[in-house]
């Protein structure tokens, strides 16, 4: 027997949807206050959380090709909100780091997604809430994202 497939009801699909919903919420914020691009945000913010790091460990962490983390930090470079530096333990690889520019731009950035994603989660109940981020924490452990990312 041949199993149906209804869009509407296929997890790939709807999360895929809700990604970009979200992503159309937030969008503004990155692109019309500052100008970026998705993967620019997102190695700005991965250099946030890391400190500092190396382009393959940005990728690792924001989940990321290579290529868009690569055209990422060339833009951040030209901005002046990153820097790179000669890894000491591999010279052929570069550690990667924000300047005060760049943390500047982070923490002007921060503020407002973190008040877009309240205005989304707003929608939801407190139990929904729970419900979603043990939800989503399960996937992630499932699919092995959470261990691949370090959360």
């Not at 159309?24 to 100008?35: A, L, Q, V």
């Not at 691009?37 to 090709?65: C, F, M, Y």
């Not at 760049?102 to 877009?116: Q, S, V």
């Not at 707003?122 to 929904?128: A, C, N, V, Y």
């Amino acid at each position: 027997m041949i199993m149906s497939l209804t869009l509407e009801t296929f997890l790939p699909y709807r999360l895929s949807r809700l990604t970009e919903a979200v992503s159309n919420e937030i969008r503004p914020i990155y692109k019309n206050r500052f100008g970026m691009n998705r993967p620019e945000w997102r190695v700005l913010v991965a250099l946030a959380d890391l400190g500092s790091a190396t382009a393959k460990e940005i990728g690792e962490h924001s989940s990321q090709h290579k290529t868009k983390v690569s055209r990422a930090v060339w833009a951040l470079e030209q901005r002046r909100w990153l820097i790179r530096c000669v890894d000491p333990a591999d010279r052929r690889s570069e550690i990667l780091s924000l300047t005060k520019v760049g943390r500047r731009a982070y923490d002007d950035l921060a503020a407002p997604m973190r008040e877009r994603e309240a205005s989304i989660l707003q929608h939801l109940s407190p139990k929904d809430r729970e419900a979603l981020e043990r939800g989503l924490s399960a996937l992630e452990i499932e699919l092995e994202l959470k261990s691949r990312n370090g959360k």
